[in-house]
């Protein structure tokens, strides 16, 4: 696996060429479906680096297949795959994770 460095593209064409690279998010969004018995939900946010086009999924798993549906979903989306994936920093906690 490579490790490549993200490219800060503050608008289109700005040091990244298309379909270069993308970047992925994941987020905890908590208790926000409590009130219907959901006792977690997590986002998975995946941004093109050149158009900035996004995709966001909201889920309440965690296991490795979901994680992969996401970015097939993802590359449906945007009708392709880039060439580099940078998975941001997380704070000390690193990922959202709960039992499986």
């Known amino acids: 696996m490579t490790v490549v460095e993200p ?3 503050g ?3 700005h040091g990244v060429i298309p379909g270069a690279q993308a970047q992925v ?8 479906l409590a009130h219907m018995d959901i006792p977690k939900v997590c ?9 900035r086009d996004q995709f966001c999924c909201f889920t309440t798993s965690l296991h490795l297949l ?11 989306h945007v009708n ?9 920093p997380q704070d000390s906690r690193g990922p959202p994770r709960h039992p499986v």
Do not use: C, E, N, Q
């Open 7 to 9: 490219v800060v593209a």
């Open 11 to 13: 608008r289109p064409g």
């Open 25 to 32: 998010d994941w987020g905890d969004v908590g208790k926000l």
């Open 43 to 51: 986002s998975f946010h995946m941004v093109l680096s050149y158009s």
């Open 66 to 76: 979901t994680f992969f549906d996401w970015h097939r979903r993802t590359f449906a």
């Open 80 to 88: 392709g795959v880039p060439m580099a994936i940078v998975y941001a």
